[in-house]
């Protein structure tokens, strides 16, 4: 696999507004775009730092998987994702070194980008996120 850098970090939040503002008021951050994701009942918000975004994340059904996140263990940091250049290719990867994986295969995320997780009880308690434009 080739890992390129950290795409983003994900955060969830319970109230969107009130995270933008601390976000924008607070570090000094600007927003940069705003999306729904409907299949995976999540609204999202991205700041840029250097190279790296952070992704903020709203769930919009209690019974997504944010909503079901934050319900056991509240609002914070939810995932890392790193950049790869193959999506499916590294998800196999993965998995041909013993992950498991949430995506057997990628589907669509925020910004247009394919993703794909691998479940954190084989990485050290981690959420990790691979994402591509393939």
């Known amino acids: 696999m080739n ?8 955060i969830a939040v319970e109230d969107m507004d009130e995270a933008i503002a601390y976000y924008e008021n607070v570090l000094g951050l600007k927003c940069y ?6 299949d995976q009942k999540v609204k999202t918000a991205f700041f840029m730092v250097g190279q790296t975004k952070i992704e903020l994340l709203e769930s919009t059904d ?14 914070g940091l939810h995932h890392l ?9 590294s998800l196999e990867e993965a998995e041909d070194k013993g992950m498991r994986l949430i ?3 990628p589907r669509k995320g925020a910004e247009g980008l394919n993703i794909g997780f691998l479940h954190p009880k084989s990485t050290l308690g981690v959420l990790t996120e691979f994402c591509g434009k393939k």
């Open 33 to 38: 775009a705003i999306e729904e994701v409907p």
């Open 103 to 105: 995506d057997k295969t």
């Open 62 to 75: 209690p019974e997504g998987p944010i909503g079901k996140h934050i319900e056991k263990r509240g609002p």
């Open 3 to 10: 890992i390129t850098h950290i795409e983003h970090i994900g």
């Open 81 to 89: 994702a790193f950049a790869v250049g193959d999506v499916a290719q």
